[in-house]
């Protein structure tokens, strides 16, 4: 990052503002929320207050500004934005995003084996062997049908929340949790070795690496 990026960086950092739990959660001992926006302008730079945010793009195509790095998101699109990063979102065209709002380790959920689910991994783990870009870079994209099974996942888990009927928790948590199995079986599969959409995702991890390291020799078996 050059030093121009990293004062824009800090300049943002300055400007934005902070989302609290309490203006998101409905109860804070349950942080768990689903929030629907649509954009036709700029979103100012923001971060959140110590919870996650699943987002899934509707309609529409938008720039997503985050940690210094411009990319474009579009129907379809599903990433995450990981504890207190700064973003934003600027050049909205009819821009209709779904945001599933939680904190993983107070709702306390076993993921027992979804955690090794390499889909899980890449969309919403992000271990310390994960580069600076891929960490931010988590994108993968529902097809059609894909898009439309998700949303009515995240559509049921809004109406609960909102209902609040006798044992609505359980419920919703239920919800939340099939909406991660099916999010992660479809990132697994459209990263997987067969998958086409996969081979982009491999040159550009492979190049950065090899940007990183232009200073020391790498071997074959390094880069692989």
């Known amino acids: 990052m050059n030093k121009d990026e990293l004062q824009q960086m800090k300049q943002r950092k300055t400007l934005s503002t902070l989302f609290p739990r309490e203006l998101v959660f409905r109860f804070l001992d349950f942080p768990l929320g689903v929030k629907k926006i649509t954009h036709q302008s700029n979103l100012f730079f923001h971060s959140h207050d110590r919870f996650s945010e699943l987002v899934i793009v ?31 979102y600027h050049d909205a065209s009819d821009f209709k995003i779904h945001n599933v709002l939680f904190d993983m380790e107070k709702l306390d959920i076993q993921l027992y084996d979804l955690k090794l689910s390499s889909g899980f991994q890449f969309l919403f783990q992000q271990g310390a062997k994960a580069t600076a870009r891929r960490r931010i870079d988590n994108r993968f994209r529902l097809n059609f049908s894909q898009l439309a099974t998700a949303l009515g996942l995240v559509n049921s888990l809004s109406q609960t929340l909102e209902k609040q009927r006798a044992g609505f928790r359980f419920e919703a948590v239920n919800i939340f949790g099939q909406l991660l199995v099916y999010l992660s079986n479809a990132c697994a599969h459209e990263r997987s070795p067969q998958s086409i959409n996969a081979i982009p995702d491999a040159i550009s991890a492979l190049v950065e690496e090899m940007e990183m390291n232009s200073s020391s020799q790498m071997t074959i078996p390094e880069m692989c």
């Not at 509707?58 to 579009?74: C, D, F, L, P």
Request: proline share 0%; aromatic share 6%; net charge negative.
């Open 58 to 88: 509707e309609q529409g195509e938008a720039t997503h500004i985050i940690s210094g790095r411009n990319y474009k998101v579009e129907a379809g699109d599903v990433f995450m934005i990981q504890g207190s990063c700064i973003h934003a």
